[in-house]
């Protein structure tokens, strides 16, 4: 089993630029979630999905959209990047939305100039 | 708006001393996760804590939940070089939705 899998591991835009961040995982999983972790501090919620065919925001959604494509697979766009979204960003799933530990992905190191 | 307060955020303990870390949160929620980053890596489940008065061990470190108080402890017993690390707990006050905490940064020296 690879887990949960995140591409791509690095990217560099400029401002205005817009980008997709891809995630998947293959244990089966209900829920899933986009988190952002930015220097010297925790993971901030951006957006999850707590089964196929649901979204809803986390703490900070604002600028991104997400897309949950299948039970596998959970997307994050940037429709416009900013500075602002310089971050670490990492997926995570869960066998459910209530109660169960978060597998989390490698993460994908953003940078937004 | 839930707050999440870790301490201490900076540790540097020797080896084998004990020592916790404590996990402060502002609204009432009986699940309560901690996990281990080491640098530039992902994140790590440790333990899982989902109700009043649970306790968890594994190792070395021993995890424990106060839903009166909204505090949890993880407490590290005879530390090694090898729990070198960032440890940050997160609550689940509503279903998918966690807040986590600051993180502790723990360096055990020889």
């Known amino acids: 089993n690879a887990g949960v899998t995140q591409t791509p591991k690095f990217q560099v835009l400029k401002t205005g630029q817009s980008m997709t961040l891809q995630c998947a995982q293959d244990?089966?999983?209900?829920?899933m979630y986009w988190y952002r972790q930015d220097p010297g501090m925790g993971l901030r919620l951006i957006y999850y999905s707590a089964s196929e065919g649901t979204t809803d925001k986390g703490e900070v959604p604002n600028g991104y959209n997400v897309s949950r494509l299948n039970k596998r697979e959970f997307s994050l766009r940037l429709e416009s990047a900013a500075p602002s979204q310089t971050s670490v960003y990492f997926c995570?799933?869960?066998?459910?939305?209530?109660?169960?530990?978060?597998?989390f992905g490698p993460g994908t190191r953003l940078t937004v100039t | 708006e839930l707050k999440v307060e870790q301490n201490p955020l900076f540790l540097s303990m020797q080896e084998g001393k004990n020592y916790t870390i404590y996990c402060n949160y502002s609204?009432?929620?009986?699940?309560l996760y901690w996990y281990r980053q080491d640098p530039g890596k992902s994140l790590e489940s440790l333990f899982v804590?989902?109700?009043?008065?649970a306790v968890k061990q594994e190792g070395r470190l021993m995890a424990s939940l106060d839903t009166k108080a909204r505090l949890s402890t993880l407490h590290i017993t005879a530390a090694v070089h090898d729990l070198s690390a960032t440890y940050f707990c997160a609550v689940e006050p509503n279903a998918g939705k966690s807040t986590f905490g600051d993180g502790t940064t723990l360096t055990v020296k020889p």
């Open positions: 995570a799933s869960s066998e459910g939305p209530k109660g169960y530990e978060q597998y």
């Open positions: 609204t009432t929620s009986d699940r």
């Open positions: 244990m089966n999983h209900n829920s």
């Open positions: 804590l989902l109700s009043n008065g």
